[in-house]
């Protein structure tokens, strides 16, 4: 595959571009809005090292960024496992680091991925290296279209990702629409059939990570028109602490919303409202001020200061 041509269509999910959707520009608006101190990397910058030696404290990940390179994935796991100064990583999206591809080393606009096989997924038996032990989730299904009502779940004894929410501590909270159109998290074996997702593989839960928490829980059930195949499973928001870090000091914490319409609850300008293939299926907006609130939280407390309500 090759990036040598412009923009157009192709780059829809980032432009926000009818008729497909986008995640990445909704998610860059809002952050301009808010003032946040970013700065902005392509997936080219991560494969060379654009972090290595820098001073940031967090790294966001964004919509639909399914294909992750060795170098990068590596170098993104060793700035999160640094002993000093680790980077927190922030992934608001689903179906990321899925694939690995293999850029041309002589033209990095250009990659390779075997998808014949599973010979380049992280989870494949070649690689067996779950993307779970990345972001503390990982890709089980595409796709929930229109979107369904995502749960966040405030745990009992309080968390600091809930302030200013006004949700109490032990309860829920539905965010309609925004759970899609992939998401992640865990396949449920007994509710109806194929109970491990497209792939047959189940999420190699806690081999790497400790103090996971799910801070949001939606479960969701999904009838193939064509198959008349029901699916069903759990998607989940998570947030984990890294094993490795300073001898003494925080280690990174890592944040993962489960789910890509997540971002159409910071900023939902050019979503499916308007989208050319299903016109008048969706509402007509799904920005969320919890949605807002947790993710201005977690911005907060990554980046070294204190929560604070939004204006």
């Known amino acids: 595959m090759t990036f040598r041509e412009s923009y157009g269509a192709g780059a829809g999910e980032f432009l926000a571009a009818n008729p497909e959707p986008g995640w990445e520009y909704n998610a860059l608006r809002w952050f301009e809005k808010q003032g946040y101190d970013a700065t902005y990397c392509t997936s080219v910058d991560t494969h060379s090292g654009a972090l290595t030696n820098k001073s940031v404290k967090a790294f966001v990940s964004v919509g639909h960024d399914e294909y992750w390179s060795y170098e990068a994935r590596a170098k993104v796991e060793a700035d999160r496992d640094r002993t000093n100064s680790p980077i927190n990583l922030i992934f608001l999206g689903s179906n990321i680091c899925f694939w690995r591809v293999h850029y041309d080393t002589n033209d990095l606009r250009s990659f390779f991925c075997d998808k014949d096989g599973d010979a380049d997924k992280w989870r494949g ?38 302030d200013y929410t006004g949700i109490a501590a032990g309860t829920n909270q539905v965010l309609s629409g925004l759970l899609g159109y992939e998401v992640d998290g865990a396949w449920e074996g007994g509710w109806c059939g194929n109970p491990f997702g497209v792939d047959s593989t189940a999420p190699n839960w806690g081999t790497n990570l400790f103090s996971t928490i799910k801070i949001g829980d939606s479960p969701f059930s999904v009838t193939n028109n064509v198959t008349n195949i029901c699916t069903a499973g759990h998607s989940y928001v998570t947030l984990y602490t890294a094993t490795n870090g300073p001898s003494s000091g925080s280690h990174a914490q890592v944040f993962a919303t489960g789910s890509m319409d997540w971002n159409y609850g910071l900023d939902d300008y050019g979503y499916y409202s308007n989208h050319a293939w299903h016109p008048g299926e969706f509402p007509s907006s799904l920005t969320n001020s919890t949605a807002r609130q947790i993710t201005h939280n977690i911005i907060r407390k990554f980046t070294g200061n204190s929560t604070s309500a939004l204006p």
């Not at 032990?133 to 004894?157: A, C, D, K, Q, R």
Request: net charge negative; glycine share 10%; aromatic share 14%.
């Open 125 to 162: 038996a070649t690689q067996s290296n779950h993307e779970v032990s990345l972001m503390g989730v990982e890709y089980i299904y595409n796709s929930i279209y229109p979107p369904g009502n995502l749960t966040v779940t405030h745990p009992s004894g309080g968390h600091w990702a809930f």
